[in-house]
């Protein structure tokens, strides 16, 4: 069990991301110019612990946050990361999948024409490894609250439907438990591929309050909006898939 718990906080370290994006731009009527640092975008491989493995992980480094999910490994990773010049160093929660934090993780290595290279170790668990990520041109499209306009569904790995409509960047749906969400995305920086998300739980018994990450949009194939979330009790990952209203 320790070690299945290390796997997951070794995948959080890795979503490791560099400080110098600002926050300013909220819509995409205010423009901002934001400086992309060497560590931002969206950054996607594999992971082993000890040798067993690859397991797979998807993360998004913006500014000095970081979130990542592994589905392999059931894990949620929430943290910061700090760089210098190609060196980073990262401390990260690491959360159960759609579960509570357990444990935490430190990570550090290298970043070169657009691979990164680390070593990290679990802080309870005592397990190491390496990771390898490559840099997504995902991260380099533009982000827009257009782009998000409309009716989102996921289904989780234990049958939870979800249906979010987004307008204007504000959220709102329910789950098929009865679980009730609303909340906001906004624009990080227009120029790149990643967005702001806050959303707030009720009707929902001890999961209800109020959870922040980070997303993405993925077009290659079916259009996914990719978000991590967590507050000091939870972690979550949706796969919210784009659902054309039918005319």
């Known amino acids: 069990m320790i070690r299945f ?8 370290l890795m979503s490791a991301c560099s400080p110098q994006v600002a926050r300013e731009v909220t819509s995409e009527t205010k ?13 996607v491989g594999s992971f082993d612990i000890r040798g067993r493995g690859p397991y797979d992980f998807y993360a998004i480094h913006v500014g000095e946050r970081s979130t990542a999910v592994s589905h392999r490994a059931k894990a949620v990773c929430m943290g910061q990361v700090k760089q210098n010049e190609d060196y980073y160093y990262a401390k990260y929660n690491l959360y159960a999948l759609d579960g509570p934090p357990f444990d935490y993780a430190r990570l550090t290595g290298e970043i070169k024409e657009g ?8 802080l309870n ?9 490559t840099y997504s041109d995902l991260y380099d499209q533009p982000s827009s609250l257009g782009r998000l306009e409309g009716r989102w569904g996921y289904t989780d790995r234990d049958g939870l439907k979800f249906d979010l409509l987004i307008a204007g960047g504000i959220v709102s749906g329910n789950d098929s438990d009865g679980c009730h969400y609303t909340g906001n995305v906004s624009l990080i920086n227009p120029q790149y591929n990643a967005y ?16 922040e990450g980070l997303g993405y949009i993925d077009n290659k194939g079916l259009v996914y909006f990719r978000v991590d979330v967590g507050n000091k009790s939870y972690g979550f990952h949706y796969d919210f898939e784009s659902r054309p209203e039918k005319k």
Request: aromatic share 8%; hydrophobic share 45%; charged share 15%.
């Open 196 to 211: 702001d998300v806050l959303l707030e739980v009720s009707n929902c018994d001890s999961v209800n309050g109020e959870y």
């Open 5 to 12: 718990l290390s796997v997951l906080i070794f995948v959080v």
């Open 115 to 122: 691979q990164i290279h680390s070593h990290f170790t679990t």
């Open 125 to 133: 668990g005592g397990d190491t490894g390496k990771m390898q990520l």
């Open 31 to 43: 423009q901002v110019a934001v400086q992309k640092a060497q560590l931002d975008g969206i950054w």
